[in-house]
Nanobody
Framework: QVQLVESGGGLVQAGASLRLSCAAS????????MAWFRQTPGKEREFVAG????????NYANSVKGRFTISRDNAKNTVYLQMNSLKPEDTAVYYC??????????????????WGQGTQVTVSS
């Protein structure tokens, strides 16, 4: 059974940093691309960042480029999202997702096979 478990969310002030983690189990982790999405009430899930199975290529939404960094540790079956210079508009539930194609990272939700339960990030002004 595949499980993705996010952690690291919380309430911070604007300008602060947070690091999210997503621990995966039940899958051959390095054979999956991983991504972070976020969602606010009434809006569709939004792509934040993605990383290929080997970790050799990443991509980001324009809104987070230069502030967020996605990385992975295949030995620990974990993907991370380092978030710096947080803004109130970053407030959302953040989800990690796994796609069984390790060679591509898609910026839309449909290709992803597995999802975590989400972790809340709240940034106050």
């Amino acid at each position: 059974q595949v499980q993705l478990v996010e952690s690291g969310g919380g309430l911070v002030q604007a300008g602060a940093s947070l690091r999210l983690s997503c621990a995966a189990s039940g899958l051959f982790f390095s054979m999956y691309s991983m991504a972070w999405f976020r969602q606010t009430p009434g809006k569709e899930r939004e792509f934040v960042a993605g990383i290929r199975g080997s970790g050799n290529r990443t991509n980001y939404a324009n809104s987070v480029k230069g502030r967020f960094t996605i990385s992975r540790d295949n030995a620990k079956n974990t993907v991370y999202l380092q978030m710096n210079s947080l803004k109130p508009e970053d407030t959302a539930v953040y989800y990690c997702a796994a796609d069984s194609n390790p060679f591509e990272t898609y910026s839309y939700a449909n290709p992803y096979d597995y999802w975590g339960q989400g972790t809340q990030v709240t940034v106050s002004s």
